[in-house]
T-cell receptor, first 113, second 111 residues
């Protein structure tokens, strides 16, 4: 089944403790991205990647890192999480062809205390 | 600055009637528009899209209309069903291949 898989689904951590949220897609998609969803703000892009070893900042990249060493994986790294990073996170992928939709994972709810 | 706006946070419709969800955008370089549906505890799922060369696209009960001069698009659901109750996000994309999302409209279809 074609899908985008995120892990973990739920994560509670403390301020400053490094964490990684994994994302993997099995559709051979070129394009992958991370979004956060906050009440009243919709989905805001954190980082995206057009291809392996190519990453770029989205609208809200502060406090996050990503890497794209393989086509299928696009982990999101929080080196020193803070409470304002408490949010619902979504990974998404697309073939990258013009006018191709994004496909989303099921989300990771992160709480930073 | 929000480039894609959904000004109605919520909408309630009777089962069987039409649901109309609206979306406005500011960037005239957008040329691909999408609607996503999101249930609680799930990721957004792609519903329907439209290219800027068209003004209407239909898929079953779902129709998207695009008015480029007004920078406005709408999603019509006819007839509405209780299973359509969800949050709907509109999104837009342009030559930069990035996707910009609205803040969502929560649709409730009343049986």
């Amino acid at each position: 089944e074609a899908q985008v898989t995120q892990n973990p689904r739920y994560l509670i951590t403390v301020t400053g403790k490094k964490l990684t949220v994994t994302c993997s897609q099995n559709m051979n998609h070129e394009y992958m991205s991370w979004y956060r969803q906050d009440p009243g703000l919709g989905l805001r892009q954190i980082y995206y990647s057009m291809n392996v070893e190519v990453t770029d900042k989205g609208d809200v990249p502060e406090g996050y890192k990503v890497s794209r060493k393989e086509k299928r994986n696009f982990p999101l790294i929080l080196e020193s999480p803070s409470p304002n990073q408490t949010s619902l996170y979504f990974c998404a992928s697309s073939s990258g062809f013009y006018n191709s939709p994004l496909h989303f994972g099921n989300g990771t709810r992160l709480t930073v205390t | 600055d929000q480039q894609v706006k959904q000004n109605s946070p919520s909408l309630s419709v009777q089962e069987g009637r039409i649901s109309i969800l609206n979306c406005d955008y500011t960037n005239s370089m957008f040329d691909y528009f999408l609607w996503y549906k999101k249930y609680p505890a799930e990721g957004p799922t792609f519903l329907i899209s439209i290219s800027s060369i068209k003004d209407k696209n239909e898929d079953g009960r779902f129709t998207v209309f695009l008015n480029k001069s007004a920078k406005h698009l709408s999603l019509h659901i006819v007839p509405s069903q209780p299973g359509d109750s969800a949050v709907y996000f509109c999104a837009a994309s342009g030559t930069d291949n990035q996707f910009y999302f609205g803040t969502g409209t929560s649709l409730t279809v009343i049986p």
